[in-house]
Structure formats: C-alpha cells, structure tokens
C-alpha cells in the first residue's frame, strides 16, 4: 500500500472532532509527500535526458589497427571507445618499468607492443605500406 493510501486510512481511525490539529497535520504531510513524488518524477526524466547529452556523438575509425576520432589525429583508446564509446586519448607511459608503452588513463588498458600512440597520419603511412608490400 502506498504512502497516499496510508494516510488516508490514518485519517479515518483519527476521531476529527478531538484530533483537529493532527487531522491538519496529516492532511499538510499528504500533500507535501505527493509533491515530492510528482518532483521525483521529474528528476528521473531530466536524470534520464542528461545522461543520453552526455554520449559521445562523433564518429570512432580504425585504421592498422589503432583508433581515432573522426578528424582528429590522436589515438584514442579502442576499448574505452568501443565498449564506453568515450574518446580517452592515450599516453605514454612507462609501465612498471619496461618502458614507454601507449596506455588508456582511464581503464589503464596498455597497447600491446612497447611504442608511444601514434598519429593518424602515422597508422595511414602504416597502413598503405602493408598494402604496397601485401
């Protein structure tokens, strides 16, 4: 049963001619608890709309096996762009001391293969090489 409904049982077992200031009271809760529910309503569309403004509208490309943000040239994360789909620039990082390796700073995801991240121009030269050679 809900609080609504409560509260008017509430108010039947309450004797009106001696509980007059509870009755009031009563009935002011019932309202204020309405409008609480009528506002949590709202939050939750308002919660569901930002929620979608905040994806990632632009569009991710692989190319020789790296990603990038369509006209951007940084590498970004493959996995951050592929399950997230959120555009997490990689970094070079030293990884417990093997050396530089290009490294997602969020899922802390390592690219396999010790190389800092790569430029798109770099993976396109890459990519046009092996099918020159292939």
Not at 31 to 40: A, N, R, S, Y
Not at 81 to 103: C, E, K
Request: overall charge negative; charged content about 35%; proline content about 3%.
């Amino acid at each position: 049963m809900g609080v609504i409904g409560e509260g008017v049982d509430l108010l039947k077992l309450v004797d009106k001619g001696m509980n007059a200031d509870l009755y009031r009271q009563l009935g002011e809760w019932i309202d204020k608890v309405t409008d609480l529910q009528k506002e949590l309503e709202g939050l939750k569309v308002e919660n569901a709309n930002l929620k979608e403004s905040l994806h990632f509208k632009g569009q991710f490309r692989r190319i020789d096996g790296h990603s990038f943000i369509e006209g951007d040239e940084e590498e970004v994360c493959s996995r951050c762009a592929q399950v997230d789909f959120r555009p997490i620039y990689l970094l070079d990082m030293n990884i417990d001391g093997r050396g530089s390796r290009a490294t997602c700073p969020h899922c802390k995801t390592a690219r396999a293969g010790l190389a800092p991240p790569i430029s798109r121009k770099k993976a396109e030269e890459n990519a046009r090489r092996m099918a020159d050679s292939g």
